[in-house]
């Protein structure tokens, strides 16, 4: 009998032990054995209508991972990196964050190249207590409100989530006041929009400025994401004969429309804008049908001569990769070393103190001077204007884009009563 309950205390000593190594697993704490690295969650579209971008972003990562490891890591920990492919489908992006978090340990979740994506992730990183990194997402919604098909207005702002990444609001107030002075007084538009937030987002925030301004909306029509062919979309946008055609897709979607619209003649008839450009969707158009194109970034590679910041990465990722970086490596650039700076100026890496470190904080990085707001957790950052170069002033594969104007990010971002976001309080805080 002796000898029965001692087994029996050993067994129940021993279940107690993996239980409390299980809950210290769940919880995010450095288990034994891993003391000296810490686990980030790569979550990026690698497959779907994104996948171009979700491709650069690995490499920005990557190498950043590599050069910041090779200076010793962060807190005298290597980073080591889990990465997941979303499909360019919010889904998939929202179970490939929790498994990361709950399986992997990872104490950071970053990624997404689809708004869509950014909102599901942003939820799950708010639940579970983990800092959400945006890459590249362009809605509103992202750090601010997102409109259901009831109508209901949710709020997907959260304060695990930090987007450095431009938005819908900031590319309408940046690019609706050029248009509306370089086409012509009341301009007529015509939407052609990708169906889902981001996509709804940027075009009610073109509407509202270009309306504003005196300028009548014509006709719109709504795509899914992932759509093969536009040419029904576009006959309809020319039969109406807008003064300009707004072309609200993004990645392979609107490289394959906008090649239809060059093959049918459209940008002789009127002006081709499509409002957020990124490089490797410039590529994938070609410059015929880029030329005279025109859209917004926030980020160019092309600027090096002006921001150091940029020079080194662009030199960096060209000389391993053989090919210029787009936004959406640059957007996956700032991420990881935000972070990494907010982790060393917190001197830990627990979620609250990070993201204290990380508002208001004030950074430059790859342009000019930039700043966390620290109530929306959106970036004060500047946006460049930009036309499609024709086939004499392009000086090269990846030389496609000319910046004709730009905009201080003070100047464009969404104030208060725009954005009335109220931030979840942090443990602890009332």
Not at 228 to 247: I, T, W
Request: glycine fraction near 10%; include cysteine; charge should be neutral.
């Amino acid at each position: 009998m002796i000898r029965k309950g001692i087994l029996l205390i050993n067994t129940l000593m021993l279940l107690f032990s993996f239980h409390f190594f299980v809950n210290e697993s769940a919880s995010g704490q450095v288990l034994k054995g891993q003391e000296d690295k810490v686990v980030i969650g790569l979550n990026v579209p690698l497959t779907g209508s994104y996948s171009d971008q979700g491709k650069d972003e690995e490499m920005a990562y990557k190498l950043a991972i590599e050069q910041i490891n090779a200076k010793g890591g962060v807190l005298g920990k290597k980073i080591e990196y889990v990465i997941k492919d979303t499909k360019t489908d919010a889904p998939t992006a929202k179970q490939n964050a929790i498994d990361m978090i709950r399986q992997n340990n990872a104490v950071l979740i970053t990624g997404g190249s689809s708004s869509a994506e950014a909102v599901a992730q942003g939820d799950v990183c708010q639940e579970l207590g983990v800092i959400f990194m945006a890459a590249l997402t362009h809605s509103n919604a992202t750090t601010g409100h997102d409109k259901l098909k009831s109508g209901q207005e949710v709020q997907k702002g959260h304060r695990h989530t930090f987007r450095w990444y431009f938005n819908a609001a900031m590319t309408a107030k940046t690019l609706a006041p050029y248009l509306v002075g370089k086409i012509k007084k009341n301009a007529t538009f015509y939407y052609i929009t990708s169906d889902y937030t981001w996509g709804h987002s940027l075009e009610e925030s073109m509407k509202w400025r270009t309306e504003l301004a005196g300028c009548d909306t014509i006709g719109a029509i709504r795509v899914p994401l992932g759509s093969k062919d536009y040419r029904k979309e576009l006959m309809a946008a020319q039969k109406m004969g807008p003064d300009v055609l707004v072309m609200i897709l993004f990645g392979n979607d609107m490289v394959t429309a906008l090649k239809q619209a060059n093959q049918m003649g459209l940008k002789k008839k009127m002006q081709i804008v499509v409002p957020l450009m990124e490089l490797n969707m410039a590529h994938g158009a070609g410059i015929e049908a880029m030329e005279g194109v025109l859209s917004t970034v926030n980020w160019y590679w092309d600027m090096g001569n002006r921001f150091p910041g940029t020079k080194l990465f662009v030199d960096a990722f060209k000389a391993r990769y053989n090919k210029m970086p787009g936004g959406a490596a640059a957007s996956a650039w700032v991420a990881i070393h935000e972070w990494v700076a907010a982790v060393e100026k917190a001197g830990d890496f627990e979620s609250a103190k990070v993201i204290k470190a990380l508002e208001g904080r004030k950074f430059t990085l790859l342009k000019d001077p930039e700043e966390w707001r620290s109530w929306d957790h959106q970036a004060i950052s500047s946006v460049f204007i930009v036309q499609g170069k024709s086939k004499g002033e392009s000086k090269g594969e990846w030389d496609l884009l000319k910046i004709v104007g730009e905009k201080k990010g003070i100047d464009v971002m969404m104030a208060r009563e725009e954005n009335p976001v109220i931030l979840e309080p942090l443990p602890g805080e009332k």
